[in-house]
């Protein structure tokens, strides 16, 4: 499709398991993001990707996040030895050039259940 | 530091009604503003943006919202919602234009009922 795909998009899973989240960007968009929205909060900005630049990891809430963009296009977001706190919908949302200011494109979400 | 403050959570009205969602930001450094609207099971998708020039920016399905630099705020409207307009609706700034800044409110829902 052309838009942003997301994969899976529901996950269940245990508290200590590890869990990947995968995502397919815009063909062409360079700029790759990744979101976290929890019940009653905004969009919390994880970590951004850019090019062939190194990634913004700014927004990883610990060293249990991790993430890679693999040939500049899809991404994976790994959370280790999930917690119950991890429970969330985990956006992805890709951008083209720099002059596209502020327009994101959203796909529907991982929503990430931990028991 | 930037926030966002979306005054109201949850904003119920009739259909042909009209409605307001507000959105007030705090910045020291000039800002850009979004509406970015979420449809039930959709991802969000942009609604409208003010970068610059005129302050008063519209959306395609008849969404406008002001920008007001006085009261750092840019409130979205319309004058007569649809049940499709049911959504929840989301403001964001970016300082400086940098995408990866963005800074979110926390959402208000907007239910429109018949």
């Known amino acids: 499709g052309a838009g942003v795909s997301q994969s899976p998009s529901n996950k269940v899973t245990e508290k200590g398991k590890d869990v990947e989240l995968r995502c397919d960007p815009i063909?062409?968009?360079?700029?790759l993001y990744w979101y976290r929205q929890s019940l009653g909060q905004g969009l919390e900005f994880l970590i951004y990707?850019?090019?062939?630049?190194?990634?913004?990891k700014s927004g990883l809430p610990s060293d249990r996040f991790s993430a890679e963009r693999t040939g500049g296009s899809v991404s994976t977001l790994t959370i280790q030895r999930t917690q119950q706190e991890d429970s969330a919908v985990y956006l992805c949302?890709?951008?083209?050039?720099?002059?596209?200011?502020?327009?994101?494109?959203f796909g529907e979400g991982s929503r990430l259940t931990v028991l | 530091a930037q926030s966002v403050t979306q005054l109201d959570s949850q904003v119920p009205v009739f259909e042909e009604a009209p409605v307001e969602l507000r959105c007030n930001y705090s910045?020291?450094?000039?800002?850009?503003l979004f509406w970015y609207v979420q449809y039930p099971n959709q991802g969000l998708q942009l609604l409208l943006k003010?970068?610059?020039?005129s302050t008063l920016v519209k959306s395609i399905n008849g969404f406008e919202a002001e920008f007001n630099k006085s009261q750092t705020s840019f409130h979205l409207r319309k004058p007569s919602v649809h049940i499709s307009d049911t959504a929840e609706y989301f403001c964001?700034?970016?300082?400086?234009?940098?995408?990866?800044?963005?800074?979110w409110g926390l959402g208000t829902s907007l239910a429109v009922n018949p």
């Open positions: 964001a700034v970016s300082p400086s234009g940098n995408n990866r800044k963005l800074i």
């Open positions: 063909s062409g968009h360079t700029a």
């Open positions: 003010y970068l610059s020039g």
């Open positions: 990707f850019q090019g062939n630049s190194a990634p913004d």
């Open positions: 949302a890709s951008s083209g050039a720099s002059g596209d200011i502020g327009e994101l494109f």
């Open positions: 910045s020291s450094v000039s800002v850009y």
